[in-house]
Every structure is written in structure tokens, then in C-alpha cells.
């Protein structure tokens, strides 16, 4: 089996349709992901038992179970009980909810770094407690999470060619159904691979970026 | 009534697969984290730059594309793999890269004067890292050892995918003969769930076992 860059150059637009899936499914479930997570961190700060200890142990069993079998789950099960939902909407849904439980991790650590002495400013000042965490709180928080959020996010953005197995026509999914359209795996899938690789090492240098701009704590 | 009992041995067989897929796959990921993770704290270039580079590749590709390319471009270049062998293979090698990173941090968060006292007691490089080294940082590996060992777990689930009979697998031949989706899917979440929980709680028991005789050692 040779390498054949005429082939490579046939099926490089079909790839580049799968790409911008891929690229949409990891946006959309970063901004779902990282509202998901925020709702979960606060619930589980509740002082109501109840909501604090259901949401936690729901977490705790997203994180515990394969995203894969989620994905079934979201498309195969919610139609049954009337639920339709596109491939792309479900496979954004799972994205969002499954990495939503990693992000709240990361913001529990935000705000928990937030040291005591600015939550009793807060009181000193009179701030209620919308004031409190709009105006003191969440703004020392948010900047220290940023990378830790980001990392997040690439290994979303690696855990999407999953989607392929709920028939969203992704990168993978494209490269597969070229693959088998014409019979020659070795050129689409090294293509998906290559194209991973790089979208990856540019993240990571954004990353690396990202850390010396906001990673530091000031103390 | 649809009888489960049946369905249940097909799901049970399942199971097995996918402990048995993880217990290989987290040795192999074992073996090359150490491997790697040494390699990058070597003293020569050529180690740590092929070190480097395996880490580089495994955590900057997804795992789906590293079982495609195991198992579909590897037969073409002469290397035929059963489903099995190409699953333990990128799952090992996937998380391998990604513990490879917990392997080095841990050696490096060990004190200089631990390596000062080694060379003090003039142990050899091999006997200062058996002895002194490796049993601390062992301890600083092994919380992260046990997510790693989760992740590993949820990814088997990917396996199903280039048909190996894993829990996903038969969920989906359930589903095909009864026509029913929530309970295969439901169940197998729970199990993985149980199989999560019961590596966490290895780990830590692991984790306090290991934790003797060192009091006074680490703070």
C-alpha cells in the first residue's frame, strides 16, 4: 500500500466539511461545558443538603461513565421517551454535560482559592450576596482558572471524533466513510491523525500562553 | 416480559472484556509511563527527545484516531493485530503518555536533599533511585495513577467500535435483539460506575498501604 497524494488531494475537501463540524461540535460544547459546570460548582456550594448532595453524586457519576455510551444514551434513549434530537444537537449536549462535570471541578478550585479575608471585605462592606459574587468573587476567580479551563476544553476538542459513532458527520466520520467508499484507510485516517496533531500543538503553545497570562495567583 | 436473564450472560461477558481490556491496558500504560517518564529526566538528549516526542504524539491525538490507525493502516504495513491486541495497544500507549507526565512531575517534586543524601550515603544513580527516589514519589503518583486508570476505563468503551464484544458492545447487540434501549444502556452506565468507584477505592487502599513506614518522611 502506497502513499498517493493524488488521492490525498480527491478527498482533502471532504475532509475540510468534516473539519468545520468538529470545529463547531467543540465550540458549542466548550460554551455548554463551561455553563454546565458553573451551575453544578454553585449547586454544590448550596447550603440546601438536598440539591448539593444530588447534584454531586450526579457529577460524580457522569465523570464516572464513558462518554461514548452517554452519547448512546442522549440519542438512542431520549427519542423514546419523545425527545428527537438532531445528531450534531445531542452530540453537543453529551460534549457539554460530560466535560460541564470537569469545569466545575475547576471552578470549585477557583473559588476556593479565593481567599477568606475577601469574602469578609465583602460582609464588611455590607455587599449582599449577588454583590458579593458578581463584584468581588467571580472577578478574582474567573482569571487563575483560564488554563485549567483551556485544557479542558483541547481534550474536548480530542474526545469529538466519538460523535461519529451517533452519525454526526465529523472528521472522523468523513474520513471513514471516504475510507470505505474507496477502499484505501491509510491516506484519510493519517490525514485525521495529522490534523489532530496540529490543531493540538497549536493549543498547546495558546495554552502555554494563557498560563503566563493568567496562571500566576497573585498573593 | 423480555428475558433478561439471557441478555444479563451477554452483559456479564461484556464486563469482562472490559476489565480485562483495562487490567492489560494499564499495564502497558504502567510499563510506558515509567519508561517515558524516565526517559525525559535522563541525562541523554537522544532519550529525552524520543521520550518527548512519544508523549508529544499520544496526548496530542485523540485515542479514537490511535485505534483506527492500530487497526485498520497497521495491517497495511505488515502488521496484522486481532481487535484485542490493537485496543490494549493505543489504550496503553494513550494513557501510558498522559501518566508518563504524572511519572516525571512526581520525580522532580522530590527534595534536593534527598538527592543529596543519596550521594552523601554514595548509593550508585540506580541504587539512590530504587531505594530513596522512587518508593516517595510512588506515593505522589498514585491519586493521579487512579484517575489515569479511570480515564482508561471509560475509553475502553471506544473498543466496541472496531467490534470487540465489550460492555458498549453488547448493550448494542441487546439493544438490536429487544428493541429496548434504555435498560442495556442504563445498566451498563451503572456498571462502569461500579467498576470506577472500585478503582478509586483500590487506589486509595493502595494508597494508605504504601503510606507505612514513611511518617516523618513527607509533610
Same mark, same amino acid.
Not at chain 1, 129 to 155: D, E, G, K, S, V
Not at chain 2, 102 to 129: F, K, T
Not at chain 2, 130 to 146: D, E, N, S, W, Y
Not at chain 2, 206 to 214: I, S, Y
Given at each position: 500500500?502506497?502513499?498517493?497524494?493524488?488521492?490525498?488531494?480527491?478527498?482533502?475537501?471532504?475532509?475540510?466539511?468534516?473539519?468545520?463540524?468538529?470545529?463547531?461540535?467543540?465550540?458549542?460544547?466548550?460554551?455548554?461545558?463551561?455553563?454546565?459546570?458553573?451551575?453544578?460548582?454553585?449547586? *454544590?456550594?448550596?447550603?440546601?443538603?438536598?440539591?448539593?448532595?444530588?447534584?454531586g453524586w450526579a457529577a460524580e457519576f457522569i465523570r464516572g461513565t464513558p462518554l461514548?455510551v452517554q452519547?448512546?444514551?442522549?440519542?438512542?434513549?431520549?427519542?423514546?421517551?419523545?425527545?428527537?434530537?438532531? =445528531?450534531?444537537?445531542?452530540?453537543?449536549?453529551?460534549?457539554?454535560?460530560h466535560?460541564?462535570t470537569y469545569?466545575?471541578?475547576?471552578?470549585?478550585?477557583?473559588?476556593?482559592?479565593?481567599?477568606?479575608?475577601?469574602?469578609?471585605?465583602?460582609?464588611?462592606?455590607?455587599?449582599?450576596?449577588?454583590?458579593?459574587?458578581?463584584?468581588?468573587?467571580?472577578?478574582?476567580?474567573?482569571?487563575?482558572?483560564? =488554563?485549567?479551563?483551556?485544557?479542558?476544553?483541547?481534550?474536548?476538542?480530542?474526545?469529538? =471524533?466519538?460523535?461519529?459513532?451517533?452519525?454526526?458527520?465529523?472528521?472522523?466520520?468523513?474520513?471513514?466513510?471516504?475510507?470505505?467508499?474507496?477502499? *484505501?484507510?491509510?491516506?484519510?485516517?493519517?490525514?485525521?491523525?495529522?490534523?489532530?496533531?496540529?490543531?493540538?500543538?497549536?493549543?498547546?503553545?495558546?495554552?502555554?500562553?494563557?498560563?503566563?497570562?493568567?496562571?500566576?495567583?497573585?498573593? | 416480559?423480555?428475558?433478561?436473564?439471557?441478555?444479563?450472560?451477554?452483559?456479564?461477558?461484556?464486563?469482562?472484556?472490559?476489565?480485562?481490556?483495562?487490567?492489560?491496558?494499564?499495564?502497558?500504560?504502567?510499563?510506558?509511563? $515509567?519508561?517515558?517518564?524516565?526517559?525525559?529526566?535522563?541525562? $541523554?538528549?537522544?532519550?529525552?527527545?524520543?521520550?518527548?516526542?512519544?508523549?508529544? $504524539?499520544?496526548?496530542?491525538?485523540?485515542?479514537?484516531?490511535?485505534?483506527?490507525?492500530?487497526?485498520?493502516?497497521?495491517?497495511?504495513?505488515?502488521?496484522?493485530?486481532?481487535?484485542?491486541?490493537?485496543?490494549?495497544?493505543?489504550?496503553?500507549?494513550?494513557?501510558?503518555?498522559?501518566?508518563?507526565?504524572?511519572?516525571?512531575?512526581?520525580?522532580?517534586?522530590?527534595?534536593?536533599?534527598?538527592?543529596?543524601?543519596?550521594?552523601?550515603?554514595?548509593?550508585?544513580?540506580?541504587?539512590?533511585?530504587?531505594?530513596?527516589?522512587?518508593?516517595?514519589? $510512588?506515593?505522589?503518583?498514585?491519586?493521579?495513577?487512579g484517575n489515569?486508570a479511570i480515564e482508561l476505563l471509560k475509553a475502553?468503551s471506544?473498543?466496541?467500535?472496531?467490534?470487540?464484544?465489550?460492555?458498549?458492545?453488547?448493550?448494542?447487540?441487546?439493544?438490536?435483539?429487544?428493541?429496548?434501549?434504555?435498560?442495556?444502556?442504563?445498566?451498563i452506565l451503572v456498571i462502569y460506575f461500579i467498576l470506577a468507584l472500585l478503582i478509586s477505592w483500590?487506589?486509595?487502599?493502595?494508597?494508605?498501604?504504601?503510606?507505612?513506614?514513611?511518617?516523618?518522611?513527607?509533610?
Amino acid at each position: 500500500m502506497e502513499w498517493d497524494w493524488d488521492f490525498v488531494r480527491q478527498i482533502l475537501p471532504t475532509l475540510i466539511q468534516g473539519v468545520k463540524i468538529t470545529i463547531l461540535a467543540t465550540l458549542l460544547g466548550s460554551v455548554l461545558a463551561a455553563i454546565v459546570g458553573l451551575g453544578i460548582a454553585l449547586a *454544590r456550594r448550596s447550603p440546601n443538603k438536598a440539591l448539593s448532595r444530588t447534584v454531586g453524586w450526579a457529577a460524580e457519576f457522569i465523570r464516572g461513565t464513558p462518554l461514548l455510551v452517554q452519547l448512546y444514551f442522549i440519542f438512542y434513549v431520549l427519542p423514546d421517551i419523545g425527545i428527537l434530537l438532531p =445528531p450534531l444537537v445531542a452530540g453537543v449536549i453529551g460534549l457539554g454535560l460530560h466535560y460541564g462535570t470537569y469545569t466545575a471541578e475547576v471552578y470549585r478550585a477557583g473559588i476556593d482559592n479565593v481567599p477568606r479575608g475577601q469574602w469578609e471585605a465583602a460582609k464588611a462592606c455590607n455587599l449582599n450576596a449577588r454583590q458579593t459574587w458578581t463584584h468581588i468573587i467571580i472577578p478574582q476567580a474567573i482569571p487563575p482558572m483560564i =488554563p485549567a479551563l483551556a485544557n479542558y476544553f483541547i481534550a474536548m476538542f480530542k474526545e469529538t =471524533p466519538l460523535l461519529s459513532a451517533i452519525t454526526v458527520l465529523e472528521l472522523m466520520n468523513q474520513a471513514k466513510s471516504v475510507a470505505n467508499t474507496y477502499y *484505501r484507510y491509510i491516506e484519510p485516517i493519517t490525514l485525521v491523525g495529522a490534523f489532530f496533531l496540529a490543531i493540538s500543538l497549536c493549543s498547546v503553545v495558546l495554552l502555554r500562553w494563557l498560563e503566563r497570562r493568567y496562571g500566576k495567583i497573585e498573593r | 416480559m423480555t428475558q433478561w436473564s439471557g441478555y444479563l450472560g451477554l452483559i456479564v461477558q461484556g464486563a469482562l472484556v472490559t476489565i480485562g481490556l483495562t487490567l492489560m491496558g494499564s499495564v502497558l500504560a504502567l510499563i510506558m509511563a $515509567f519508561l517515558a517518564g524516565m526517559g525525559r529526566l535522563s541525562r $541523554f538528549f537522544i532519550l529525552r527527545a524520543l521520550a518527548t516526542a512519544y508523549i508529544e $504524539f499520544f496526548r496530542g491525538t485523540s485515542i479514537f484516531v490511535q485505534l483506527f490507525f492500530a487497526y485498520f493502516v497497521l495491517p497495511l504495513i505488515g502488521l496484522e493485530l486481532t481487535p484485542l491486541q490493537a485496543g490494549v495497544l493505543a489504550l496503553g500507549l494513550n494513557v501510558g503518555a498522559y501518566a508518563a507526565e504524572v511519572v516525571r512531575g512526581a520525580v522532580q517534586s522530590i527534595g534536593r536533599e534527598q538527592h543529596e543524601a543519596c550521594i552523601a550515603l554514595n548509593l550508585g544513580r540506580w541504587q539512590g533511585l530504587r531505594h530513596v527516589i522512587l518508593p516517595q514519589a $510512588f506515593l505522589v503518583m498514585l491519586p493521579t495513577f487512579g484517575n489515569n486508570a479511570i480515564e482508561l476505563l471509560k475509553a475502553t468503551s471506544v473498543v466496541s467500535l472496531i467490534s470487540l464484544a465489550d460492555l458498549t458492545f453488547q448493550a448494542q447487540v441487546v439493544r438490536a435483539q429487544t428493541g429496548n434501549t434504555m435498560v442495556p444502556f442504563a445498566t451498563i452506565l451503572v456498571i462502569y460506575f461500579i467498576l470506577a468507584l472500585l478503582i478509586s477505592w483500590g487506589v486509595r487502599s493502595l494508597e494508605r498501604r504504601m503510606a507505612r513506614g514513611l511518617d516523618g518522611v513527607r509533610v
